[in-house]
């Protein structure tokens, strides 16, 4: 069975600053993705950013970027010059290939104070 | 074009009831996961519909069922409620099941169970 752990309830950063979210993963499988979700207040769940295990390149979308360790499983997104519209709940999550079954981590709760 | 919508919105229910929830996926989509998030358990996978079929489940008793009809809708369905049902329950549409496409989730139906 996969696992998803983030390590870090609560996070908080001044607004323009960087912050990177931790989440580390456990899957015997080769082939799957792996993803950021933030949750807003208001509830409605949005995609941040992907990755594909295949993929040794880490994916980058805007201010979002992540550090993709393969072998340690390992999964973190930093997000840099912070903005108060990026506090929300984060969560990270894995998918295997051809699964729409994804498991989720606890959520880091971040908070971007002005 | 419109998002994942999901009625009702919130819900209140007493004990021993039961409860349907609906999930409208975007247009053209054909597969509708729904997810169950609590404070204490976080976000778990309860099933998927793809093509009016259940293609995965989660770990959840019976009393929790679903369906998908042919324009995809998808409703799920709570029997006899317990306390520990009160939750967001979210779903998501994806276009389809055997590559990988991106979830959109819904808003949320807030079931508070009395």
């Known amino acids: 069975a996969q696992t998803v752990t983030q390590s870090q309830p609560e996070m908080s950063v001044q607004e323009a600053e960087t912050v990177t979210l931790s989440c580390t993963y456990d899957t015997s499988e080769n082939n799957y993705y792996l993803f950021w979700y933030k949750q807003p207040p208001s509830r409605q769940m949005i995609l941040v950013i992907r990755?594909?295990?295949?993929?040794?390149q880490n994916a980058t979308e805007n201010r979002f970027s992540v550090n993709f360790q393969k072998a340690a499983k390992s999964f973190s997104l930093k997000i840099s010059d912070s903005q108060l519209g990026d506090t929300a709940m984060y969560f990270c999550?894995?998918?295997?290939?051809?699964?729409?079954?994804?498991?989720f981590g606890a959520g880091t709760r971040l908070t971007v104070k002005p | 074009k419109a998002g994942v919508t999901q009625t009702p919105r919130y819900l209140i229910k007493t004990r021993g009831q039961q409860v349907t929830l609906s999930c409208s996926p975007i247009?053209?989509?054909?597969?509708v996961s729904w997810y169950q998030q609590t404070p204490g358990q976080g976000l778990q996978f309860l099933f998927e519909?793809?093509?009016?079929?259940?293609?995965n489940k989660g770990n959840f008793p019976g009393r929790f069922s679903g369906r998908q009809f042919s324009n995809s809708r998808s409703e799920m369905n709570v029997s006899t409620l317990e306390l520990g049902d009160s939750a967001l329950y979210l779903c998501?549409?994806?276009?389809?099941?055997?590559?990988?496409?991106?979830?959109?989730f819904g808003p949320g139906t807030r079931l508070t169970v009395l």
């Open positions: 247009s053209g989509h054909r597969s």
């Open positions: 519909y793809f093509s009016e079929t259940q293609r």
């Open positions: 999550a894995f998918m295997k290939l051809g699964n729409n079954d994804m498991r």
């Open positions: 990755q594909e295990a295949y993929k040794q």
């Open positions: 998501a549409s994806s276009l389809q099941q055997v590559t990988y496409n991106e979830q959109f």
